[in-house]
């Protein structure tokens, strides 16, 4: 009983990981809490560096490709696979500031030469999945840190308009409403303040969704089915029974046998 309970917990748990990640997002306790101000780091500094691991990336990884045909695209290929790997080091690291660090999985490559080394490092299912993460997700990734972090950052701005309003000449204008007294920022404020309990969820919930795909992609590969395995592998309630009555031997048959024959 012990053991079902376990494998079928920890199976909810490994299942449910990315839904629970965007759950419990209340606004009230996150406001108090030190996460909506991590998940602006985390955003912010894949707004800034995002772009620069994407040129470094893409521009290794075509002129690898351009230089295959010859015998010079083979240690740049080597080359490419070590940069995709530290940049990704990198966006686990900063997975720390969300969730957990990402931890790495990659095969142990062994020096054979280095046609075994191009093999063994781009057949390595974790350097291409660096490569999705780093190249051909950066667009969406970047969009979905961008929107967040500028809903929460111009939330903020109007909370303290007042301080800054008359900064604009003639006024400000926010859409249909033209701001130009203090009272008037006071109310832009006060909406603000409300609006606040909105873009918070939005950063925060960006965040976890740009760490939960750093964790599904740059992390270790998980079986899906890895507790069902595991308690098929356990010895069963009826595996002592079994053991202890032994199969019956031929001689003894046979004894048994000739005793009811005689």
Same mark, same amino acid.
């Given at each position: 009983?012990?053991?079902?309970?376990?494998?079928?917990?920890?199976?909810?748990?490994?299942?449910?990981?990315?839904?629970?990640?965007?759950?419990?997002?209340?606004?009230?306790?996150?406001?108090?809490?030190?996460?909506?101000?991590?998940?602006?780091?985390?955003?912010?500094?894949?707004?800034?560096?995002?772009?620069?691991?994407?040129?470094?990336?893409?521009?290794?990884?075509? $002129? +690898?490709? *351009?230089?295959?045909?010859?015998? @010079?695209?083979?240690?740049?290929?080597?080359? %490419? #696979? !070590?940069? =995709?790997?530290?940049?990704?080091?990198?966006?686990?690291?900063?997975?720390?500031?969300?969730?957990?660090?990402?931890?790495?999985?990659?095969?142990?490559?062994?020096?054979?030469?280095?046609?075994?080394?191009?093999?063994?490092?781009?057949?390595?299912?974790?350097?291409?999945?660096?490569?999705?993460?780093?190249?051909?997700?950066?667009?969406?990734?970047?969009?979905?840190?961008?929107?967040?972090?500028?809903?929460?950052?111009?939330?903020?701005?109007?909370?303290?308009?007042?301080?800054?309003?008359?900064?604009?000449?003639?006024?400000?204008?926010?859409?249909?409403?033209?701001?130009?007294?203090?009272?008037?920022?006071?109310? $832009? +404020?006060? *909406?603000?303040?409300?609006?606040? @309990?909105?873009?918070?969820?939005?950063?925060? %919930? #960006? !965040?976890? =969704?740009?760490?939960?795909?750093?964790?599904?992609?740059?992390?270790?590969?998980?079986?899906?089915?890895?507790?069902?395995?595991?308690?098929?592998?356990?010895?069963?309630?009826?595996?002592?029974?079994?053991?202890?009555?032994?199969?019956?031997?031929?001689?003894?048959?046979?004894?048994?046998?000739?005793?009811?024959?005689?």
């Amino acid at each position: 009983m012990t053991t079902t309970t376990t494998g079928t917990t920890d199976d909810t748990a490994g299942a449910g990981r990315l839904p629970r990640s965007l759950a419990a997002l209340h606004p009230l306790t996150l406001l108090r809490s030190s996460e909506p101000w991590r998940a602006t780091a985390y955003l912010a500094g894949y707004v800034l560096l995002g772009p620069v691991l994407f040129a470094f990336c893409f521009g290794t990884l075509v $002129v +690898s490709a *351009a230089l295959n045909i010859t015998m @010079l695209g083979l240690p740049l290929l080597i080359g %490419a #696979a !070590a940069l =995709l790997r530290g940049c990704a080091h990198i966006e686990r690291l900063r997975a720390g500031l969300v969730r957990d660090p990402v931890p790495a999985d990659y095969r142990t490559v062994e020096p054979t030469g280095i046609l075994a080394a191009v093999k063994a490092r781009w057949s390595d299912p974790a350097t291409l999945r660096d490569a999705l993460y780093l190249v051909a997700l950066f667009v969406p990734l970047l969009v979905l840190d961008a929107a967040g972090l500028a809903l929460w950052l111009t939330g903020l701005a109007l909370v303290v308009f007042p301080a800054w309003y008359w900064t604009v000449p003639d006024g400000s204008a926010l859409g249909l409403l033209r701001v130009d007294d203090l009272p008037s920022a006071f109310l $832009v +404020s006060l *909406a603000a303040c409300a609006l606040t @309990l909105v873009t918070v969820c939005a950063v925060v %919930a #960006a !965040a976890r =969704l740009h760490a939960a795909v750093a964790h599904k992609l740059l992390g270790p590969r998980t079986d899906p089915l890895a507790a069902a395995k595991r308690l098929l592998a356990e010895p069963g309630p009826l595996s002592g029974v079994h053991e202890d009555a032994g199969p019956s031997s031929p001689s003894s048959l046979s004894s048994h046998s000739r005793g009811m024959t005689a």
